[in-house]
């Protein structure tokens, strides 16, 4: 238990800059800069490659395990700090907060943008593109929203700020965790935990003909991929040590990405599931490597030192309340360059640059007041100046 003693007190800063890097690749894929007329090749070849914004939600996904996890593993008798009851409360405070005052601002946004419409000459609809967010939604979306259960259908889902969905998600997995997950873990092992997340992740799949299909239920494969991570990362098991240090698990990184995106080739008609599977196994492969690095008092390599970029990490910080706001944030972007008659690849351009910065600078002051107030004294600490300093 000495190591894991040792381990308690490291801060393993690529998981924040991992996180601020996958948050903001979603606000890139999620803003629109194409009218329907022709752009030119490098603008189209960028914006192709902002079309894998799932593969972020993967890596949100196995973070949460991979945090929640490890909070057992170092605890020392396996159990989660506090007990169930103060895990829902930490996991309430860290979550609802800002993901309700983010709903309250987008209901004082739609009521905006409608009155505008009724008593102005303002209309809303004129914006050709889809946007990630939308003030025509009704009660019934609004009460899903509220109870977290609006990702059981599409249609609900993808209302009011469609990126929310994921929050529900998540939410629904916080509960699964001490209630499903850590049982088995304890009862059967590390193996037999990932594998039965994984199957019962696809049981509404293919035995409830696409039941709940909306909320993507294979991410509880993916959540337990997270928790496998973290415990062949700092386990004393002497098996998982013996694991841990026999396998390449950087090549195995890699070797799984390249197959992940292949399978996710439209072309081949394969199912989400399977390439995020994959995905996921990829990402834990590289938190199992960049965290032995780490507790070895190693650097990362090459490319891989971006994780550890201070800038990462900074938006890392508040990389919660970008994915929350950055929704609404670019929608009115988009809505007030369109009034302004841009050409095409002006529009894209400043739409890309204006709509970052915006939704970057926006989310931080959120962060500030619905985010970090509400955190763990541990998590205070770690402010966007200090990660810049």
Same mark, same amino acid.
């Given at each position: 238990?000495?190591?894991?003693?040792?381990?308690?007190?490291?801060?393993?800063?690529?998981?924040?800059?991992?996180?601020?890097?996958?948050?903001?690749?979603?606000?890139?894929?999620?803003?629109?800069?194409?009218?329907?007329?022709?752009?030119?090749?490098?603008?189209?070849?960028?914006?192709?490659?902002?079309?894998?914004?799932?593969?972020?939600?993967?890596?949100?996904?196995?973070?949460? $395990?991979?945090?929640?996890?490890? /909070?057992?593993?170092?605890?020392?008798?396996? #159990?989660?700090?506090?007990?169930?009851?103060?895990?829902? @409360?930490?996991?309430?405070?860290?979550?609802?907060?800002?993901?309700?005052?983010?709903?309250?601002?987008?209901?004082?946004?739609?009521?905006?943008?409608? %009155? %505008?419409?009724? =008593? #102005? @000459?303002?209309? &809303?609809?004129?914006?050709?593109?889809?946007?990630?967010?939308?003030?025509?939604?009704?009660?019934?979306?609004?009460?899903?929203?509220?109870?977290?259960?609006?990702?059981? +259908?599409?249609?609900?889902?993808?209302?009011?700020?469609?990126?929310?969905?994921?929050?529900?998600?998540? &939410?629904?997995?916080?509960?699964? =965790?001490?209630?499903?997950?850590?049982?088995?873990?304890?009862?059967?092992?590390?193996?037999?935990?990932?594998? +039965?997340?994984?199957?019962?992740?696809?049981?509404?799949?293919?035995?409830?003909?696409?039941?709940?299909?909306?909320?993507?239920?294979?991410?509880?494969?993916?959540?337990?991929?997270?928790?496998?991570?973290?415990?062949?990362? =700092? /386990?004393?098991?002497?098996?998982?040590?013996?694991?841990?240090?026999?396998?390449?698990?950087?090549?195995?990184?890699?070797?799984?990405?390249?197959?992940?995106?292949?399978?996710?080739?439209?072309?081949?008609?394969?199912?989400?599931?399977?390439?995020?599977?994959? =995905?996921?196994?990829?990402?834990?492969? %590289?938190?199992?490597?960049?965290?032995?690095?780490?507790?070895?008092?190693?650097?990362?390599?090459?490319?891989?030192?971006?994780?550890?970029?201070? &800038?990462?990490?900074?938006?890392?910080?508040?990389?919660?309340?970008?994915?929350? #706001?950055?929704?609404?944030?670019?929608?009115?972007?988009?809505?007030?360059?369109?009034?302004?008659?841009?050409?095409?690849?002006?529009?894209?351009?400043?739409?890309?640059?204006?709509?970052?910065?915006?939704?970057?600078?926006?989310?931080?002051?959120?962060?500030?007041?619905?985010?970090?107030?509400?955190?763990? $004294?541990?998590?205070?600490?770690?402010?966007?100046?200090?990660?810049?300093?």
């Amino acid at each position: 238990m000495t190591e894991i003693i040792k381990h308690k007190k490291l801060h393993l800063h690529y998981l924040d800059g991992l996180r601020g890097l996958a948050a903001l690749y979603i606000l890139f894929v999620h803003i629109q800069p194409s009218m329907g007329e022709e752009l030119p090749l490098w603008l189209k070849v960028f914006q192709l490659m902002m079309r894998y914004g799932r593969i972020s939600v993967v890596v949100f996904i196995l973070l949460s $395990g991979y945090g929640l996890m490890l /909070s057992v593993i170092r605890s020392q008798s396996n #159990t989660i700090p506090g007990g169930i009851i103060g895990y829902i @409360k930490r996991r309430g405070r860290r979550i609802l907060p800002a993901y309700y005052a983010t709903l309250v601002l987008c209901i004082l946004l739609a009521a905006g943008i409608i %009155l %505008l419409e009724r =008593f #102005t @000459k303002f209309q &809303w609809e004129y914006i050709p593109v889809n946007q990630p967010f939308s003030p025509y939604f009704t009660l019934r979306d609004l009460a899903y929203h509220l109870l977290l259960i609006h990702n059981i +259908s599409g249609d609900i889902s993808a209302s009011i700020n469609p990126p929310l969905w994921t929050v529900a998600t998540e &939410w629904q997995l916080y509960f699964l =965790f001490p209630l499903f997950l850590l049982p088995i873990w304890r009862r059967f092992g590390l193996l037999s935990v990932v594998i +039965s997340a994984c199957l019962m992740g696809l049981i509404p799949l293919y035995l409830l003909k696409g039941l709940f299909e909306s909320a993507s239920p294979w991410f509880l494969g993916v959540f337990a991929m997270g928790m496998a991570a973290a415990e062949i990362g =700092f /386990s004393q098991k002497p098996k998982l040590i013996t694991f841990r240090n026999s396998l390449p698990w950087d090549k195995l990184a890699i070797a799984f990405t390249v197959v992940a995106f292949l399978t996710e080739w439209r072309r081949l008609g394969l199912h989400i599931w399977i390439s995020e599977y994959l =995905f996921g196994i990829a990402t834990a492969c %590289l938190f199992i490597y960049c965290t032995k690095l780490a507790t070895e008092g190693k650097k990362l390599p090459g490319i891989l030192q971006v994780f550890e970029h201070p &800038w990462a990490i900074a938006v890392g910080t508040f990389s919660y309340s970008l994915y929350l #706001t950055h929704g609404p944030v670019l929608a009115l972007v988009s809505r007030f360059l369109l009034s302004l008659d841009m050409p095409p690849t002006k529009y894209a351009v400043t739409l890309y640059v204006l709509g970052a910065a915006a939704s970057l600078i926006f989310a931080y002051l959120f962060y500030l007041v619905f985010e970090r107030p509400f955190m763990s $004294g541990f998590l205070k600490k770690h402010k966007v100046r200090d990660a810049l300093s």
